[in-house]
């Protein structure tokens, strides 16, 4: 039962990840994400870890995901066309996408051998229930063992978020 | 063969069967009484000719809707279009999902009925029953989770109706939703630390007796009376309703974002609205006001005080809509951002420096 439904998920999660790629209209891009998103929310409870699967849901697909579509239906993005110009050469060009062509079998080649050295863990079965103290420890970890990553990642977002106000600001004429 | 099915799991679909039938009648019963308290309000008398008192006017009003004609616009997106109003009551129905109504139930009095056991062999129940559809143990989040995901219904269903009335609509909702979900979600974790648990069942349980005898040890009470206020207000611009109703504002909108639903896609609409005031009304009623805890009666009939707890709740919700005229957009937006999240993070602050120096 486990199996099949591992074997669900990740169908659902690694189909709906290709789609989004591969959809011209963003929308779709949109949704077919936050549904990527819930079959690995589904992996997670397989794995006996359901606080990570509410936060993927609530973090990812309804607050992140939601600010996606907002912004999507504000700009009424019908459907992406190919753009074409300098800056589109300087992407898509044909030197760029040799490079793209390499880099992507890097990356395929260093997959294969990942997963060739890979140990498998347990299946966690979905009878044992898991601690209640799940939530207490990860909060011991993220604040202990992990304070500072944690800090530095939340000091990398505030970045993130002053650049994009300075970026949008409009300079008073 | 068959060894799975025990008299638990028999009782267990019981259980969810009754809470799902009980949602859509509660549904149906909430729009009668929203248009009788409406007329009350407005000195005038309501729905009264469809059965005593009007009370078959719901069920009128589902056959005409089931009769109706499935309308849908040319430039739609087609897939979209059909998929939004079913995002929209699926989430509904799922967030009640984790909801409990009552205290574990041993329903082991069954089997003294006369004839139960010679017909069935049914002499008990090796545990008592969880009257909620699903005991999850992060039950919180869940309900949390599936709420933000309603917010998707509202949002396609603005996006694909291809109209800008509709357009509009979704974009205010998304906006409206985004804004309130954090004082929303604040208010929750101001519980959360108070009862150290994630679990509903455990929160409610935690609320049990009194203060001083007589006052009831209601977080919504004492300590978190403003945790209660915020969440009141976070809950009903969570469910898009009056004050807060800007994502369906008729004299601007004509309907908003279901403007282009017809039949029965606009009555799931109808269905999810009235079902998330529901749910809101019961998670205020486990969190707040603990839940199925109540003087005079046994525990095993908690699931009384439960439901009269959430009726006066959602009586004031209506009370609230047709006594208060709509905010401004800006209002709306400046009273989530400037008020009600600092409010929100003050009483979570609060609340923590309680937790950490008092021992709560």
């Known amino acids: ?173 | 063969m068959l060894s799975f099915i025990t008299p638990e799991l028999i009782f267990h679909l019981g259980i969810i069967v009754a809470a799902f039938f009980a949602l859509q009648i509660a549904a149906a019963g909430l729009v009668y009484m929203e248009r009788k308290v409406a007329g009350l309000i407005q000195q005038r008398y309501g729905p009264y000719l469809v059965g005593p008192l009007g009370l078959l006017q719901p069920l009128a009003d589902i056959v005409k809707l089931v009769f109706k004609e499935e309308l849908r616009p040319k430039a739609a997106d087609k897939i979209l279009f059909y998929l939004a109003p079913i995002l929209s009551a699926t989430a509904a129905f799922a967030a009640f999902a984790v909801v409990p109504f009552g205290a574990d139930t041993d329903f082991s009095w069954v089997a003294k009925i006369p004839f139960v056991t010679s017909l069935t062999g049914f002499t008990g129940l090796s545990h008592p029953i969880h009257l909620a559809a699903a005991d999850v143990n992060v039950g919180i989040l869940v309900i949390f989770a599936i709420t933000s995901m309603g917010v998707y219904g509202v949002v396609l269903a603005g996006w694909a109706s291809n109209s800008k009335y509709s357009l509009l609509g979704g974009l205010r909702s998304s906006a409206q939703m985004i804004s309130y979900e954090l004082a929303y979600g604040l208010a929750f974790a101001s519980v959360i630390m108070m009862a150290g648990s994630l679990s509903i069942r455990e929160i409610v349980d935690q609320q049990a007796g009194y203060w001083f005898g007589f006052i009831p040890k209601w977080y919504g009470i004492f300590p978190q009376f403003f945790g209660f206020l915020i969440y009141m207000i976070a809950g009903i611009a969570e469910t898009n309703r009056a004050p807060f109703d800007f994502p369906e504002a008729e004299q601007e909108l004509v309907a908003g974002y279901h403007t282009e639903y017809s039949s029965m896609s606009f009555a799931l609409f109808f269905l999810a609205e009235y079902i998330n005031m529901v749910t809101v009304a019961a998670v205020a009623t486990d969190l707040f006001l603990g839940g199925w805890h109540g003087p005079f009666l046994p525990e095993w009939l908690g699931w009384i005080w439960f439901f009269v707890k959430v009726f006066l709740i959602l009586f004031f919700y209506i009370w609230m809509r047709w006594t208060l005229p709509r905010y401004r957009y800006d209002q709306l937006m400046e009273f989530g951002w400037k008020w009600l999240l600092p409010a929100a993070v003050i009483n979570l602050l609060v609340t923590a420096g309680f937790v950490i120096y008092l021992g709560w």
Do not use: C
């Not at chain 1, 912004?71 to 050469?89: I, K």
């Open chain 1, 1 to 173: 039962m486990h199996a099949l439904l591992f074997w669900i998920f990740a169908a659902v999660a690694i189909v709906a990840s290709l789609l989004v790629v591969g959809q011209r209209n963003p929308m779709h891009s949109v949704l077919l994400l936050i549904g990527s998103f819930g079959a690995l929310s589904g992996l997670y409870v397989l794995l006996g870890a359901p606080f990570v699967a509410a936060i993927q849901i609530i973090i990812y697909a309804g607050a992140i995901m939601v600010l996606f579509l907002f912004v999507v239906m504000l700009l009424n993005a019908a459907s992406e066309d190919p753009v074409t110009g300098y800056h589109a050469r300087l992407i898509g060009g044909a030197g760029p996408r040799r490079l793209g062509a390499v880099l992507s079998l890097g990356l395929a080649i260093e997959l294969f051998w990942a997963l060739r050295n890979l140990q498998t863990a347990p299946l966690a079965s979905g009878d044992q229930q898991p601690p209640a103290t799940a939530v207490y420890d990860i909060g011991l970890r993220l604040f202990q063992n992990y304070a500072f990553a944690f800090e530095a990642t939340s000091v990398l977002i505030l970045v993130a978020m002053v650049g994009a106000i300075i970026l949008a600001r409009r300079e008073r004429a």
